[in-house]
């Protein structure tokens, strides 16, 4: 018997393409790399592996989960297995004569994200025009009674407006607001700089954020998740490595989280290649954060490895170059000089310059 | 409120799925799911919007073989705990 955990949840990134630009998609920098997607036969299979996982909640999402023309073939493959579906979406390319179809086939919920309160603030964040679109589509979500979760990505440009946001979730009929900080990765980590809030300003968005959610409990449930950078621990990112959460990216890897394929020297196993049980149950990429026994000090035997995980792999990467070591998030890290020094930064002015998400690389370019 | 007339109904965003795994149902929601107790689940299957938290009780009383004022106190408590997550909500 294998004692690896019950997934709970399938995130299946069905492409990378997307309309949007935002200056902190959660998508790898080079996902142009990986420009291969999966076939409707292999995801239905993958869903039906999931399920047999004991996989209950499925989010359909990206990039932009509308441009696949068999998404109702998915949605409809999904509801056969009684799973949950979320359907992630910009809400750019959407008709209602599409949302209509897939509410018919079994679709559970739509989360529409938006950039901004303000139409060209949101389109500014966004790269394109989109912002009264996305109002316009959530709209019909209601209309057809559906469920709808708003989700607005936080950073300092937005997150002084946030009584705003919820204010237009409840003219919206919003079941569910995500107040999401940007967490920096992918994206967000060139554009830390222009992003990274205040304290101050956390602290005012977090109270009012709370207030909204005792006024507005059993009717819309409010989300306030504060960026790891103003943590003192790290959260359980994914709820720890392998244990509750299975991704497939757009060309058939299975990862325990968004970003695990940019970490370097792990071999993640192809969908289209290998069974996903016996990767979950097996492979090396799903078996080498999971537990405690990789863990550094200050982790190993620290009381909180059984609470936090040892935090954000990626992050931990990205910020100190080895994958194993502690999130830098934790006070107690060696390398937490580097948030203490991201925190000084954003407390202190200066110009902020967004690098769009682009299939060019372009810090390459020579001018 | 939640209260003897009520008539609760699942919210739109929730639905109740059996779990061959643990053998219990789950009550699931956008990125989250309740398992739910036998009880708890009978008290679900019961929240259509036709029946009145009272009639529910008689119900549930008579199936468990227990005083109505302590099912009672139970299905108002879990239906409340509900209602505040948004799950249940009157029909009329």
């Known amino acids: 018997m294998s004692d690896a955990p019950r997934p709970y949840t399938l995130i299946a990134e069905l492409t990378y393409r997307c309309p949007l630009r935002c200056v902190y998609c959660s998508n790898p920098v080079d996902y142009a790399r990986y420009s291969e997607e999966l076939a409707t036969d292999t995801w239905l299979r993958v869903f039906r592996e999931a399920e047999a996982l004991g996989v209950v909640q499925l989010n359909l999402t990206g990039g932009e989960p509308l441009v696949r023309d068999d998404l109702e073939q998915l949605v409809a493959g999904a509801r056969e297995l009684d799973l949950y579906t979320n359907l992630i979406t910009s809400a750019v390319p959407l008709r209602r004569e599409r949302l209509s179809e897939l509410r018919r086939l079994g679709l559970d919920n739509v989360q529409i994200s938006i950039q901004d309160v303000r139409a060209a603030e949101s389109d500014r964040i966004a790269g394109v025009r989109a912002f009264d679109r996305k109002l316009e589509v959530a709209g019909w979500v209601k209309g057809l009674g559906l469920p709808l979760t708003l989700n607005e990505v936080l950073h300092r440009d937005n997150l002084d407006r946030i009584a705003d946001v919820i204010a237009l979730a409840e003219r919206l009929g919003a079941d569910r607001l995500e107040l999401a900080n940007t967490q920096y990765l992918g994206w967000a980590l060139p554009n830390r700089a222009a992003l990274l809030p205040t304290r101050e300003q956390l602290d005012r968005g977090r109270a009012i954020a709370a207030e909204a959610r005792d006024r507005l409990r059993g009717r819309m449930e409010v989300l306030f998740v504060v960026p790891d950078y103003y943590r003192d621990t790290p959260p359980a990112c994914m709820d720890g490595w392998g244990r509750r959460f299975i991704l497939v990216s757009p060309d058939g890897l299975a990862l325990p989280c968004h970003a695990a394929h940019t970490l370097p020297g792990i071999a993640f196993d192809n969908v289209a290649q290998r069974a996903l049980g016996e990767i979950w149950r097996e492979s090396e990429g799903f078996s080498v954060f999971r537990g405690e026994g990789w863990m550094p000090e200050p982790c190993r035997s620290c009381d909180r490895r059984t609470v936090d995980f040892g935090g954000c792999r990626c992050q931990a990467f990205q910020l100190t170059g080895r994958a194993d070591a502690t999130d830098p998030v934790c006070w107690l890290s060696p390398d937490h000089g580097l948030i203490e020094q991201a925190r000084g930064a954003a407390a202190t002015p200066g110009e902020r310059v967004f690098r769009y998400r682009t299939a060019i690389d372009t810090e390459k370019r020579p001018y | ?92």
């Open chain 2, 1 to 92: 409120m939640i209260s003897a007339t009520t008539r609760p109904q699942l919210a739109a965003k929730a639905r109740l799925r059996f779990d061959r795994q643990s053998s219990r149902y789950m009550l699931l929601y956008p990125e989250k799911g309740l398992e739910l107790s036998p009880t708890a689940a009978d008290i679900v299957k019961l929240c259509t919007g036709e029946h009145t938290v009272a009639a529910i009780v008689t119900q549930l009383a008579e199936k468990y073989d227990t005083a109505a004022p302590d099912v009672e106190r139970e299905v108002l408590a879990f239906l409340g705990a509900l209602a505040d997550r948004g799950l249940v909500r009157d029909a009329v």
